[in-house]
């Protein structure tokens, strides 16, 4: 197979590559060339596809699929996609649950209405700039393009910081806070598991939206938070909060404690999403443990969470450890869970 990869050098970008490289697939990737050298064996074509002309140096080349992790202005997507129409066989492009339009329902389908977008703007929040790149992809190439909606991204190479940050603070030791209750079910996807599925798919011309996430309940709060302590052996002690505590002390989920959506919250759905056609595709997720120990083992390598490449940074996640002394002091913790064994 013969992948043209748009991007490469990002956490899902660098994980597809890595993939395909594994597999003995040709591979290019096209990006500015600022985020380091592409691995051994991969060309690297430059090009700015925001620029005029900055697409050039895809002229004349074929292949038969495009993985594409574009979250910018549509119109780069839709000048994109024009440019390729008749040197790719498939195209994937890596969207996102965010573009299902509120209120969204527990349990949405890829069959939910989306946010309104135009396939042909220059900027916008999040969902409209996925939702018109999604518009733009599908005007040119119908249904040879395959709109894989992932959720909560997990694994080594995480750029945002979710999983680094508990994995940080459980090695740093002590009482950690930790949101309630312990069996709170938490879905998400390693970014090893979502790359192998997109070139799987995008190799069998797969096409239309796909929701891209682990099954309802493929681990739990307390499960995820057990293997960040078995993964640091860190001496460590969750202190579970409730959740109601919580947010009337300000807590905001998702950001000040990541990954956790409490239950009634507006953006609960996000846990719960259908995903029956992914797996009937043939996506497999591997155990929590291995995604949060591989992610350690990644961490303690790199340092520090790397720079998003190509994109503007982020604000911080988590909550500062003077912030966190704060809650615990003024909350009242009850005591650790005790987790089961395995």
């Not at 991969?42 to 090009?47: D, S």
């Not at 594409?68 to 996609?81: E, I, K, L, N, Y």
């Not at 947010?247 to 029956?276: C, T």
């Amino acid at each position: 197979m013969r992948l043209l990869m748009l991007g490469g050098t990002g956490f899902v970008g660098g994980a597809t590559v890595a993939e395909a490289v594994h597999r003995g697939w040709s591979v290019t990737v096209f990006n500015r060339g600022r985020h380091g050298a592409p691995p051994q064996g991969v060309r690297r074509l430059v090009g700015d596809r925001t620029a005029a002309d900055g697409l050039t140096a895809l002229a004349g080349g074929e292949w038969d699929l495009v993985v594409d992790t574009w979250d910018g202005a549509p119109r780069a997507a839709q000048a994109t996609a024009r440019a390729l129409a008749g040197q790719v066989g498939h195209y994937v492009y890596v969207s996102s649950a965010s573009v299902y339009a509120p209120p969204v329902a527990a349990g949405a389908t890829e069959q939910a209405p989306v946010v309104d977008a135009d396939p042909g703007a220059v900027d916008g929040d999040y969902p409209t700039l996925k939702s018109g790149a999604e518009r733009a992809l599908r005007e040119v190439f119908g249904d040879r393009v395959l709109l894989a909606r992932a959720g909560l991204i997990l694994g080594p190479g995480e750029d945002i910081g979710r999983l680094p940050w508990w994995l940080t603070r459980v090695a740093r030791g002590g009482d950690v806070l930790a949101p309630g209750p312990a069996d709170l079910p938490v879905q998400y996807v390693d970014v090893r598991d979502l790359a192998a599925y997109l070139l799987d798919a995008g190799a069998a011309r797969r096409g239309g939206a796909v929701n891209v996430v682990s099954r309802p309940g493929h681990t739990t709060t307390g499960e995820l938070l057990t293997a960040c302590l078995a993964a640091t052996g860190a001496d460590a002690r969750l202190r579970w909060a409730d959740p109601e505590q919580l947010l009337a002390a300000g807590v905001v989920p998702w950001n000040d404690l990541p990954i956790w959506i409490p239950a009634g919250h507006e953006y609960r759905w996000m846990q719960q999403l259908d995903v029956g056609r992914a797996y009937a595709d043939g996506l497999t997720c591997r155990p929590v443990a291995d995604t949060v120990t591989d992610t350690w083992s990644w961490l303690r390598r790199v340092g520090a969470v790397p720079a998003r490449a190509g994109r503007p940074a982020r604000a911080p996640v988590g909550l500062d450890p003077a912030r966190e002394a704060a809650l615990l002091a003024a909350i009242g913790v009850e005591q650790p869970v005790p987790m089961p064994p395995g």
